[in-house]
């Protein structure tokens, strides 16, 4: 007995010791992802993207708010009301419409006054249109679903809302607006509470190209395989846009290019950038365009060996400080590498054994209840390896699906308590999508982290332009 | 005014009155940081040396800190008439009478605004603070101290300033400075974590020290005498002193003390308990202690039935050591705060029980031995600090690569555990009850 026991003590300090020293590894490693926006953005001109990490100069203060409730709508309606009245090859779409928005009334009503108490006791500007606005974005974009999609798509068989998928392998991480699954394959909708035809830059296309990758990733393991892509769409204020197959696979390349170069900058490396013929935010004087102009002077003197020595010194202690915030920002995907890194290693089953043992993961847990956007699981032992404030990956585990890219929402430790657990969800309309979409499946709970860096990133750049100000000559400003 | 400064905070105070730019005030614990940050706040307004000044804390519960310092100061009429607590709603404290607000126009309209670090962003770019009191404890990241920093650019100067100071300034510090910034850093370097991921990088306050002029406050409104010694000796502070009311303030328990416990609750204001319980390793780099965790609860109980009115807190290295003590806690449904060291900065408790955890037959103490985390946890205490865990480890204790700190190669373990020993408190077995 004695013997046994002495023999499942050395296994679990090997196994514990392994887990262990993958971290150990994994952290003296590069554990960046880039988001799909970030390579859209790369995709526009890459100086943009090196305006927002490493530089950290943000190029809009703007309150995306009647954006964000659009979202959070189409999230919950589009698995109740768009899913049950869809119907192809509508001839009076404008009637499917009106009953499409009357039915979803209740939903959208709830989510504008919740949206609009939160943003009132955050004392946030909230316009006296904002209701408005809100109800008119809607009825767009499920007049162009109904007028547009429904027309050449049978209903799937499945809805899924704001999915959010981990390719580690790719270095790619992205939050799917929805995925329509059919039997023979899946769709893609973004939608954008703006008119299309009114955007030069690209950047929605691209956007959803890296999206459409992360789709292949989560339904055939990898991104190259289109074998189950039906379409992929963006679903704006006026209609329905649908790059064609073969923009598609054109763009594919572009796509991986930037999200190479997007991932070399945020590790470190020197990278050479290529400018586009033309840029839509400099050439056009838009948003950020001085910031942009304001790092490529600096770049140009730097090269010329114009700077004073001080200012040079001081951009050396600006930028060292910049990628130590990268570095932190790669430590917020250290989970994520070390779940893939196991399951590569030793299969999934093993991987997950062993990190439920140290704590990383735990499973086996049950919903018991919700209110406003705390919910409450529960298990068989009060076992519970997490402490309040810890962020969570909450997933349900799909079959056949890579762990990372199954359905998953992100959430705060608020309570442990014996063998319960108080989650803090993002907003009610997270529980309620999560309890449609998540909740019934098999629960996994994954250590996370929030990246927090670009607000970090902020007084860098403040402090950068503030030295170039008094520091620099004002003839070599001009 | 009914609270009174020591000669320390009124130096300080007559200092940074008249003196611009960045500097930093050192306060040990329990030296009245905030106090003095708050004062200052006060006197710059009263006296007409600032139109706003802004006080910055990097924890809600330390903005909380400030609002009630300066309630006590100005009195609720005066505080709700001059001040306003900005940020986070949910963190701001409802109790006090300092009026909450994120509305621009009312924040523009106020002398003295509250706020913490990561809320800096919801206070508008066009407000221009000429005064600000930064509060550092818990700041580990460089741009946490520069964001308030920003609020402070007068930058209608800078082209004037520029005329006189161009090619001079070496460091942020210096720039912030010489751009008009007038900042009061309180903090104390030999409890913050540096700043960075390097562990050997510096700390928030150091940074400032390093660029900036600077005073130390030394006397202690917290800890009594021996403890005062035992800390000022530990973290060579080179003065520190416990203030003549607080420093014979001893423990005593209103009732009879349970046999088992009578050598552990003594009057010694140190008592460290040796007990030699198994660490076990946790998450990617977490530690555990059955055998402590338990013991310590049991002392909790013990102490909570001989002097119930007195506040309790439990104090360990690890975050999973952490969740192991409140575990055994609510089993017993008990209630009293268990803090890691990062979470006991900035708060204190009658009787403080610190759980070592590591023991280990290679003596390695890993993060358990860095200065600030051990300084943290034997500071907290205002009567009695009891140390739980293997003494003979902490004594022949080898600090990893963790330490190798070129400006503190000390073993620092091994340097509290001969203070504690030989000077000022005593070491006692542990009891058979708590190895049950």
């Known amino acids: 007995m004695d013997v046994e026991e002495g023999t499942e003590n050395i296994n679990l300090n090997t196994d514990i010791i392994d887990v262990r020293k993958t971290y150990d590894y994994l952290r003296k490693c590069q554990t960046h992802l880039v988001q799909s926006s970030e390579i859209a953005t790369a995709c526009v001109c890459q100086n943009l993207f090196k305006l927002d990490y490493p530089f950290g100069a943000t190029r809009s203060d703007k309150d995306y708010l009647v954006a964000n409730t659009v979202h959070d709508i189409m999230s919950i309606c589009m698995g109740g009301p768009i899913f049950e009245n869809w119907h192809r090859g509508l001839e009076n779409y404008e009637q499917i419409t009106k009953k499409i928005v009357k039915e979803s009334s209740e939903i959208v009503n709830t989510i504008i006054k919740d949206t609009s108490e939160i943003a009132h006791r955050e004392n946030r500007f909230v316009e006296d249109t904002f209701e408005l606005q809100v109800n008119d974005i809607y009825n767009g974009l499920i007049m162009g679903m109904t007028r547009r999609l429904m027309k050449k798509h049978e209903r799937p068989s499945r809805v899924l809302t704001e999915v959010t998928i981990t390719n580690i392998k790719d270095h790619h991480e992205g939050r799917i607006d929805a995925i329509l699954e059919y039997s023979n394959g899946y769709g893609l909708l973004d939608w954008k509470s703006y008119d299309l035809s009114n955007t030069i830059s690209g950047r929605e296309k691209w956007q959803l190209i890296a999206n459409t990758l992360l789709a292949n990733f989560r339904y055939r393991r990898s991104e190259d395989d289109w074998t189950g892509h039906n379409f992929s769409c963006i679903v704006h204020n006026s209609g329905v846009y649908f790059p064609k197959a073969e923009t598609t696979r054109k763009e594919v390349e572009r796509i991986k290019t930037n999200r190479k170069f997007a991932h070399m900058i945020l590790c470190g490396e020197r990278v050479r950038v290529q400018r586009p013929k033309f840029c839509p935010v400099c050439d056009k004087g838009l948003e950020g365009s001085k910031e942009c102009l304001f790092y490529q002077r600096d770049a140009r003197l730097a090269y010329e060996g114009k700077l004073p020595a001080q200012y040079e010194k001081m951009t050396k202690q600006f930028f060292a400080k910049r990628y130590a915030i990268l570095k932190e920002r790669a430590e917020t995907h250290l989970h994520k590498h070390v779940v893939f890194s196991l399951i590569s290693k030793h299969g999934e089953e093993e991987a997950l054994r062993r990190l439920e043992k140290i704590g990383i993961l735990c499973r086996g847990y049950s919903f018991d209840f919700d209110i406003d956007e705390k919910v409450v699981f529960s298990r068989a032992d009060d076992n519970i390896p997490l402490e309040p404030r810890r962020i969570v990956r909450i997933i349900g585990i799909e079959e056949g699906k890579s762990i990372l890219s199954c359905i998953n929402e992100q959430a705060s430790v608020m309570e442990v308590r014996n063998n319960k657990i108080t989650l803090s969800f993002r907003s009610k309309i997270a529980v309620r999508r999560a309890k449609r979409q998540l909740f019934h499946l098999p629960i996994i709970l994954l250590r996370d982290e929030l990246n927090l860096t670009r607000s970090m990133l902020r007084p860098i750049h403040q402090f950068h332009k503030l030295a170039a100000d008094v520091l620099i000559p004002a003839e070599l400003l001009v | ?436």
């Open chain 2, 1 to 436: 005014m009914t609270i009174k400064l020591n000669p320390d905070q009124s130096r300080v105070l007559n200092w940074r009155i008249k003196s611009g730019g960045v500097a930093g005030v050192i306060g040990p614990a329990g030296c009245g940081k905030t106090t003095t940050g708050s004062f200052l706040a006060v006197k710059m307004i009263c006296e007409g040396y600032a139109k706003n000044v802004l006080l910055v804390a990097f924890t809600n519960s330390a903005a909380n800190e400030f609002a009630r310092e300066l309630s006590m100061v100005l009195g609720p009429e005066g505080s709700k008439f001059l001040c306003v607590r900005s940020g986070y709603a949910p963190g701001a404290d409802p109790r006090l009478p300092i009026p909450f607000s994120n509305n621009i126009e009312l924040v523009r309209a106020k002398k003295i605004v509250i706020c913490t670090t990561q809320s800096l962003k919801r206070l508008s770019a066009s407000i221009r603070f000429e005064n600000m009191i930064i509060d550092e404890a818990g700041i580990e990241r460089l741009e946490h101290l520069l964001s308030p920093f920003a609020l402070g650019i007068n930058q209608l100067g800078i082209h004037l300033i520029k005329e006189n100071i161009s090619y001079e300034a070496n460091n942020i510090i210096e720039l912030a400075s010489k751009c008009g910034i007038v900042a009061t850093v309180v903090g104390d370097p030999k409890q913050s974590r540096p700043i960075g991921l390097a562990d050997y990088d510096l700390s928030a306050m150091e940074w400032v020290l390093k660029c900036a002029r600077y005073d130390t406050l030394y006397t202690t409104h917290r800890l009594p005498d021996k403890l005062a010694m035992l800390v000022d000796e530990f973290a060579d502070y080179g003065g520190l002193n416990s203030s003549p009311e607080i420093a014979s303030r001893r423990f005593e328990a209103i009732h009879d003390i349970d046999e088992n416990f009578i050598e552990i609750l003594n009057p010694e204001v140190i008592t460290w308990v040796n007990l030699n319980g198994n660490e076990m390793m946790a998450g990617p780099s977490s530690w555990y202690n059955e055998v402590e965790a338990k013991a310590c609860v049991r002392i909790c109980c013990e102490l909570k039935r001989v002097a119930p009115s007195k506040s309790i807190s439990i104090v360990t290295r690890y975050t999973e050591q952490r969740r192991t003590i409140l575990k055994y806690l609510q089993h017993l449904d008990i209630e009293s705060r268990v803090l890691t060291t990062t979470g006991a900065l900035g708060t204190q408790a009658d009787i403080v029980i610190f759980s070592l955890v590591r023991n280990n037959p290679e003596r390695l103490v890993g993060a358990l031995g860095s200065l600030q985390d051990l300084n943290v946890a034997i500071s907290r205490s205002k009567e009695k600090l009891i140390i739980v865990g293997s003494f003979e480890m902490m004594l022949n204790g080898v600090t990893s690569s963790y330490n190798l700190n070129p400006r503190h190669k000390q073993n620092f373990p091994q340097k509290l555990a001969r203070l504690v020993d030989k000077k000022y408190g005593m070491v006692v077995e542990a009891p058979k009850i708590l190895y049950k």
